[in-house]
């Protein structure tokens, strides 16, 4: 029987626990110095020593999954597959012969932050996660080519080089420029697996035993007919026919995300080693399906997820161990059980022990990075030795369940009340017709209004104003006041750069949802709970614990102030219950409906202060709503009824003449129309910039009435789109749908961008309306 680690994890936080690299790549793209190769080196020996100290001391047992960036674009540079605008980006990686020398690291950042008028690979989200991958462009003309990888030399550390596996990394593809209509990147698989080989050659000449492919695309249907899923099932055991020979490396393939029995079966006819399941958001498998690989898999390891990669509570010992030890006896002898996680724990923070400022009781029910990987281990020793070793972790563990049980902020009756009592008429506005005409009249906008999409960016100022407040050196009255001062600044901007609707800039907010989870009660925030978002972005995910009330108004005196510097409209700005829910570690002891039901009623009182404040417009940012939408087609119309009328409880309150916004981002949203409808919204923004506005043929076919504002400037990347540019853009737009409908905005908030490059594009804007705006006078 060849032999998978008897415990695993599947991936490691690698920002590192302190974001070393994040800090080590912007110095680098600042021209400020630092050598992100050499931070990388220290990170990865690091965090080896630490997995093996945490428990995980088998061969092999330590994953190798470090990415300067993003685990895909690793992929695209590793094999060559860069779009034809990156040529020359190409030819410096291939000159290179390493991939972690600065000319190969500047070229791997030109493709993935864009570069003058060659715009980045697009960005969208990975499966249902807050992470964000970029998505390779494909087409004939493609060509693969072994360039090199770090995993190569992270190997020698005698750790599990984890890599994408190729029908994943070309399944998330899409179509490049220059192919032709219909072209599906899979069709190059034949012409990938090569370079595939290649990379495996490489890593076994390095030392690894183990190397472990990610195929997550497996366990969803999205856009799958079954004459798809069958293309994709071929494709993936011609993938692990050709990849598991007896020269590479021992082969292990992560079904994440989800489940996907009939690829475990597709697998089982190939050559691999270990096939790894999710069974936390994945189905557990039955008796039927583990007679059946009791056969089809002997010899050979099942990997079984059960503790969870993308959530913080602490493990129910008990009820995984009943999962672990009734797939074992379902599976006889024939078939080792491996203890793994259910994805890559890139997805939590490091260490809850840091966690020193939350309330002791609450820290005890979390499990970070690094207790996970406890867990894990303690799990497989329970399974290999039975209860009595590891009885002290269990009761460990039942005390924790049993404190957070009877916790009183869990459960209040008078907020379970007010959820059971939600009616229908509390999710429904009046007629979009009355209301357009309403706002009309109160707006007085021009055809093309532009706008931004909400925050502005966050200066060396305003952090030092709120690190100051937070250490007790300005009292409250001088941080309102420096905030103030920030506030009067971007109005004072705005109205110079010529903007129609204008925001507040969100000085005051460190975060679109840790600023509510601050302000409401049933939530807690860390102070070392940092995750990859994507590149060098990472956020702070608040802890959704309990049940949640509004103890007072949050936003109303910020717009207040705000609007009183102006006679321009300035919209209230509010972050919706799905999106508070996707940006946390959401509860899981009730259904999650009802978790979004009371952020709605909590939102919905805070709309009403806004309007009796004089806000007319008011939005309510829903970025993550297509997210969490699930992987497989049945369970998703209840999905979108309780995320839709949670979004509706909070805003269908609202006067006729308040005119309600949203805002969504980097999700494919072509596939939720119906649902973005559904919503409600008078004006709904949309990121668009990356794609050329692909998602309008969609919209267009819908039919959708409302007001929609698609993005016309990518503000993950560091250029500055010229005026022409947005032209382009905005006559698509006018081109797909009615000009009354459009709106001009970029793809985001403009938190993370810097003030020269926020003017000078918002300036190209104004002025690209102006010009769409002459298109139609004519």
Excluded at 181 to 194: A, F, S, T
Excluded at 379 to 393: F, S, V, Y
Aim: charged residues 25%; hydrophobic residues 40%.
């Amino acid at each position: 029987m060849t032999v998978f680690p008897s415990a695993t994890v599947l991936g490691y936080p690698r920002i590192g626990a302190n974001r070393e690299l994040k800090r080590a790549l912007e110095s680098f793209w600042s021209g400020r110095g630092g050598d992100p190769a050499e931070t990388a080196e220290r990170l990865r020996a690091a965090r080896t020593e630490r997995l093996r100290g945490l428990g995980l001391t088998e061969d092999s047992a330590v994953p190798e999954d470090f990415s300067y960036y993003d685990q895909v674009l690793d992929v695209v540079i590793a094999t060559g597959a860069l779009p034809s605008r990156f040529a020359a980006e190409r030819e410096a990686l291939a000159r290179a012969q390493d991939p972690e020398t600065e000319e190969a690291l500047r070229a791997q950042f030109t493709v993935a932050r864009g570069q003058g008028d060659r715009p980045a690979l697009e960005l969208t989200k990975w499966f249902d996660s807050n992470y964000h991958y970029l998505v390779p462009e494909i087409g004939p003309e493609t060509e693969f080519e072994w360039l090199g990888s770090p995993r190569v030399a992270a190997a020698r550390l005698g750790a599990r080089p984890v890599v994408v596996g190729p029908v994943t990394f070309l399944a998330l593809a899409k179509a490049s420029e220059e192919a032709p209509e219909g072209y599906n990147p899979l069709d190059r698989l034949e012409d990938l697996l090569p370079v595939y080989a290649r990379y495996l050659s490489e890593l076994k000449e390095a030392g690894a035993r183990w190397v472990q492919f990610d195929e997550p695309a497996l366990v969803t249907d999205r856009h799958r007919t079954p004459q798809e899923r069958s293309a994709l099932l071929a494709a993936l055991r011609t993938a692990y026919t050709a990849l598991a020979t007896p020269d590479a490396p021992h082969l292990a393939v992560a079904l994440t995300y989800g489940h996907a029995f009939d690829a475990v079966d597709a697998l089982a006819e190939t050559g691999v080693q270990a096939v790894i399941i999710d069974a936390v958001r994945g189905a557990v498998p039955g008796a039927r399906e583990l007679e059946r690989w009791s056969a089809s898999l002997a010899g050979r390891t099942l990997g079984v997820g059960v503790v969870s990669g993308r959530n913080i509570w602490r493990a129910d010992l008990d009820a995984a161990l009943t999962v672990l030890r009734g797939i074992r006896e379902g599976l006889g002898e024939s078939v080792a059980v491996s203890v793994t996680t259910s994805t890559s724990l890139q997805h939590v923070p490091h260490d809850v022990e840091r966690e020193t400022q939350l309330d002791e009781e609450l820290r005890s029910w979390l499990s970070f990075a690094d207790q996970k990987v406890r867990e894990v281990a303690t799990l497989a020793r329970g399974l290999a030795e039975g209860d009595e070793a590891i009885a002290a972790e269990l009761e460990e563990a039942r005390a924790a369940a049993a404190s957070r049980r009877a916790h009183p902020g869990v459960e209040k009756s008078e907020v379970r009340r007010a959820v059971a009592g939600v009616t229908e008429a509390q999710r429904t506005r009046g007629d979009a017709a009355a209301r357009h005409e309403a706002q009309g009249a109160a707006l007085g906008l021009p055809v093309l209004p532009t706008t931004t999409i909400g925050s502005f960016p966050q200066t060396d100022e305003i952090r030092r104003a709120r690190a100051a407040h937070r250490g007790g050196k300005i009292d409250d009255r001088a941080y309102e006041d420096a905030m103030k001062k920030e506030i009067a600044e971007v109005i004072r901007a705005q109205e110079e750069i010529g903007l129609d609707v204008l925001v507040h800039g969100e000085a005051e907010r460190n975060d679109m949802v840790q600023y509510f989870a601050e302000n409401f009660e049933g939530f807690a925030t860390t102070v070392h709970g940092w995750v990859q978002s994507y590149g060098s972005r990472c956020t702070r995910p608040s802890i959704l614990w309990g049940d949640v009330t509004r103890p007072e108004a949050i936003t109303v005196e910020w717009s207040r102030y705000a609007q009183s510097l102006t006679t321009r409209p300035v919209k209230g700005m509010l972050t919706g219950p799905v999106t508070i829910m996707a940006w946390s570690f959401v509860r899981e002891d009730i259904p999650w409906g009802e978790v979004a039901d009371q952020l709605g009623l909590a939102l919905r009182a805070e709309v009403g202060d806004l309007e009796a404040a004089g806000i007319g417009i008011i939005q309510v940012d829903e970025p993550a709503i297509r997210e969490l939408l699930p992987l497989r087609e049945e369970d998703r119309e209840e999905y979108l009824e309780w995320s839709v009328g949670a979004f509706r409880l909070a805003t269908a309150g609202a006067a006729e003449a308040t005119s309600i916004h949203t805002h969504l981002c980097y999700s494919d949203f072509a596939t939720i129309v119906d649902a973005i409808d559904r919503l409600d919204a008078d004006v709904t923004s949309i990121e668009a910039s990356r794609s050329k506005l692909k998602v309008l043929p969609a919209v267009a076919e819908h039919g959708f009435h409302r007001g929609l504002g698609p993005g016309v400037w990518d503000i993950h990347s560091a250029r500055v789109p010229s005026t022409e540019e947005i032209v382009e853009l905005l006559r698509v737009a006018v081109g797909a749908l009615d000009p009354q409908q459009v709106w001009v905005n970029p793809d985001c908030g403009l938190k993370t961008r810097g003030w020269k490059e926020t003017t000078a594009t918002l300036r190209n804007l104004v002025e690209a309306a102006r010009v769409v705006r002459g298109d139609l006078d004519n």
